[in-house]
């Protein structure tokens, strides 16, 4: 594949097999028409960028019956609120702010009742109705040159941008920067964050790596990436959500830079993260938790055990499809979403049920999926009695 931004082609160092879209939760009578693509991944060392070789057409995943919710946790509802408390350094009273990819507004939701003009971009139609319900100004369009180009008041007058685990999901950085630069005010800023590499890297979290993610971020590709465009990475700040994030602040060229930014891109150099050869270790990593966790499920199913997964995230369908865990090895998948409920999980087909059904039908083991929630969960959960696994350290 060629990178998109560097226009140089890069060589996949890894193939994780056939993928179904992580979303795409669906009924029995779907299961012939199912669309699989190949997922292998490369890394660009000129900009030090992960990235999927391949990957289906947005259209494909963010449509009419995307079914992950930002609400769903209140963890995150909480991380939301902080996040907006802290970018308000960065505005006036009466400043214009765009969400890039803003789901049910859980983000946007904490600056309606301020002066501000807002408009957040979601292209999946079911989502972005639950914003507008709630009064949210929404586009259900994805953020791109044309859905901004006619954005008036917006345009060299938007103070700050923000987006939250979307940027990865979007193929064309060189058109997202663009779109950016054509609103963000002279002295704007644009915040993002996104699951980390070296976080990844470091809990052998490859979960992370679905048909959505098709970009795993680090400071080094991050900085190497703006600077091309004349922006600059101006902090780095670490988050704890999803299993380890960066929060990136981005400004126009020529601003003060913190030491926050040297720190963790040296760190990075020190690491290797900004090197192919720390992804081809990682590949040996994911090889060998694929070899552990399917023992351990063996092991679990010989000596008699039931076992469940504990939500049906993006991240469970890499696991499931790479590992081949089917519906001989988990009896069902409990998640709290009404829109997967009742149906299969993406390419194993395994059963989702409710919450209710988790409780009532007792199961030895139980696999977190979101274990990137465990805090929450286990709090949740307290008077479950059987073992937890899963295939990061917990
Ligand atoms: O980037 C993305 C992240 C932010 O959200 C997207 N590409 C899609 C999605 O990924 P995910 O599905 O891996 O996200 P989560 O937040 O790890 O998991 C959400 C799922 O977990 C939902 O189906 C709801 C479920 N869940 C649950 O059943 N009980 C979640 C919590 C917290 C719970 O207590």
Known sequence: MKCKITNKMINPFMSFGKMPIANGFINKDQFSEEFFFEMQVGFNEEIS????????????????????FTSSSDYMKNHFRDYSMFVKKFIKPDSNIVEIG????????????????????EPSQNVAEIAKKNKIPTLNEFFNKKSVENLNDFLNKTDLICASNVICHIPNLTELIESVDMLLSKNGTFVFEEPYLGSMFEKVSYDQ????HIYMFSA?????IFKIFNFALVDVIPQPTHGGSLRYIIKRKGNEVSSNVSKIIEYETKIGLDKLSSCLNFKIQCEESKKKILNKINSYKKNGKSICGYAATSKSTTILNYCNINSNHIDYICDTTKEKIGKFSPGMHIPIKDMDYFHKNQTDCVYLFAWNHKKEIFNKEKYFKGEWFSHVEL
């Open 49 to 68: 960028l992960f990235q999927l070789n391949d990957h289906p057409k947005p259209e494909k995943m963010f449509n009419n019956n995307y079914p992950f």
């Open 220 to 224: 080094s590709s991050v900085s190497k």
């Open 102 to 121: 803003s789901n049910d507004g859980t983000f946007l939701k904490n600056f309606v009742n301020d002066k501000n003009k807002i408009i957040g971009f």
């Open 209 to 212: 790596i679905y048909d959505e």
